[in-house]
């Protein structure tokens, strides 16, 4: 999962920021004013690599 604030002037500007940078997959996870503006803290989860194709020396590591 990944983690990012966002902030704009308006919360429809800030809105547009997330889903430019991450698209339909952003979840918003909390919003507030500013005194210039709102923010924004937007998340997404990554999507998992596949075993086999990490890198052989990631492989040879202790999953925990």
Partial sequence: ????RF???TMREAIRNVR???GPDAVILSNKKLGN???ITAAIILRKRKWRSW???W???PLL
């Fill in 59 to 61: 492989r040879a590591l």
């Fill in 1 to 4: 999962m990944k983690i990012k």
């Fill in 55 to 57: 890198p052989p020396r």
């Fill in 37 to 39: 503006g709102v923010e």
């Fill in 20 to 22: 430019e940078t991450w």
């Fill in 7 to 9: 902030t704009a002037e």
